[in-house]
C-alpha cells in the first residue's frame, strides 16, 4: 500500500473550536427553520456520520478496509427490535443500555478474527462473517421475521419523560428525537476526536503509515487493530440502535454487504483522510440518496456514477478537496 | 440411491457455474491484483444479454437449434463489455491503494445492477426454451434434464480449455509472467497493457458464460449477480485467490457443503458457507493452493 501522508494542519485549535461552535448552533436552531421531513432527514444524515465516523477510525486511521461495517449496524438494529419485541419498555435509554453492550461485544468478537490480517484479506474477512449475520437474520425467519424484517414501535425519550402519542405525535418525536440524536452526535464526535488526537489514536496512525517501524517501536500491534476494531465497531452500531426507531423497521438488508459498501462510499466522499471528512460524508451522502431517490428510479446508477467520478478525480473527498484548495489559498497569500 | 445420484449431478451443475464465476474473478486478480466486486454483474449481464437474444430468437421465428448459438453469444458480449472496462476505468487504478480499487469496482457494480434495471425491466426474463428442447432422461425411475448435463459438460470443458491456455499456450506464459512481475516481464517487451486486456476480457467471458449456461435452468432476475459474487468469494476464498486449481476445488467444495445444507439444514446453510470461508482464512489464508 503506498504511504499518503497526511499533512499537518496548519489551523489553530481555537479556530477549529470556533468553527464547530458555529456548526452547533446552525445544528441547535435548525428545526425552527425547517419543516418535519427536512428535520428527519438531518436526523439520517447525523446518524449515517455517527456510523461513517467509526467506521473511520479503521480506514482512515488504522489503515484497514472494512467491507462488513453492516454488520455492526445491522445487529444494533436488530437488538433494539428484539428487545422492543420479547423485553419490557419501549424506552430509548432502554435500548441504548441493551444495544451497546451487544454491539461491543459482537466487534470485539469478530474484530479479534479480522484484525489478523491486513489489506485485502481483511475486506474479504470482515465480508464473510458479515454475511454470516446476514444469512442469519435472512433465514432464522421465526427469530427475525426474515425478509419482512421487524417493526419498531416509536420508543419513549428520556426515561418516559418525553411520549409521543395522538395526532402530532409523530411531528413532536422528531423534534426531540432530532435534539436526543444531536446531543449523542456531538458527544460522539467529541469521544472520537480525543481517541484520535490520544497517544492511543497516534499509534494507530504509526501502524498504518509504517507497522515494521510501529513494531520495532515495541507497540503490540495487533492489540491496537483489535481495540480500534472494537471502537469503530461500537460507534457504527450505536449509529444503528438510533436508526431503527427512526426509520421504525429493520429488514436484512442493513446487514447486506452493499450496505458495508454505502458505509466505506460515504467515508470516501466526505475524505476518510481527514477528521471531519465522514461527518461531512455522511450527511451529504443521506441528502444525495434522497434526493436520487426522489428524482429517479435509477439512483444507484446515479450514485455508482458519483462514486466512480469521486475515485477518479477527488479521491480526497469533499474536506479533502477544500482543505487543498484552502491550502494553496494561504500559500499564494504568503508567496505574494 | 437415484435421489442419492441427483442431488450429486445437481451440485455438479452448481459447481460449473460457480466455476467459471470463480475462475473469472480469480484470473483477474491473479494477473492484475484487483479484486473485481462488480464481477457478479458481468455474470448478471451474460445471463440477461442471452436470455434477451433467445427471447428475440424465438419472436423472429430462429429455428431452435440455432439458439444454443445464443449461449456463447451472451458470453462474448459480457467479454467486449470488459474489453471497454479495463482500459477505460480500471487502468487508472493499477498504482493506487487498494481502496480505491475495490471502490471503482463497487461503483460499477451499482452502475452495471441498474442498467440491467434500466435495458431490461424488473420482470425476470427466461430463456427456458432452450432447457425444454432437449430429452428429459431417467435415473433410477427419477426424471432429469439433460440440459444440466449439458451444463456440467460445458464447466468441465472450461476447466480443461482454460488449463491448457494458461499453462500450455505462449500467451499463457505471458500471462503468468505479467501476474508473477510486472515490471519484469514489461521489461521484458511484453505488452503488459495488452496482456491486462485481454485477462480481463477472458474474465469477463467466464463470467459472462456462467450467466449463460445458468439463465435457461432459472430466470434472470435482478440482484443475482450481487448474490452470485459472494458466493464466489467464498469459493475463491477456499480455494486460494488466483489460483485456477484453488477455484476448481473450491466451487465443487462449495456446490456440495449447499447442496447438502440445502437438503438437511437450510437456515443455516448460507452461514455454515461463510464461516468455512471465515475458518479458511484464518487457518491458511492464502486458501487451499493460493500463493499469493
Redesign the interface.
Known sequence: MVAQIQAPRGRSGFGLAAAATAVVIVLILAPGYFGTYQIQLLIFGLIAAIAALGFNLLLGYTGLLSFGHSAYFGVGAYTVALAAEHLGPHSMEFYLLVGLPVVAVTSALFGYICVRHTQIFFGILTLAISQVIYSLALNLYWVTGGSDGMRVPRPALLFGALRFSGPSGFQQFITSYYYYVLAIFIVCVLLMWVIVHSPFGKALQGIRDNEVRARFLGLRIRRFRWIAFLVSGTFTGLAGILWVPLEGLTTPDVLYWTFSGEIVFTALLGGFRNFTGPIVGGIVYTYLKTYMVAHTSYWQLGLGVVLVTLVLVLPTGIVGAISLVGQRLRQRRSAA | MAILTIQILNSLLYASVLFLIAAGLSLIFGVMRI?N?AHGSLYAVGAYVTAWLVGTGIAHGVPLGWLFLMLPCGALAVALLGIVIEPL?LR??Y??????Q???T??????????M??VWGGTPLSADTLMDALPIIKIGGLNYPTYDLLVIAIGIVAAVVLWAAIYHTRFGVMLRATSQDRRMASALGLNVGLVYVVAFGIGCFMAGLGGAIVVPTQAAVLGMG?DAL?IA??VV?IGG?GSLKGALVGAIIVSFVRTAGIQFF??????VL??I??LV??VR?TGLFGTA
Do not use: K, M
Open positions: 479484486v466486486l476505468l487508472p487504478f498504482t493506487r491503494a487498494e481502496e480505491y475495490l471502490l471503482v463497487f461503483g460499477l457494480l451499482q452502475i452495471l445492477e441498474d442498467l434495471r434500466l450481487v459472494v468469494f467464498v476464498v485467490l437450510p437456515e443455516l446453510e448460507l452461514a461463510y464461516v470461508a471465515a482464512l484464518l489464508p
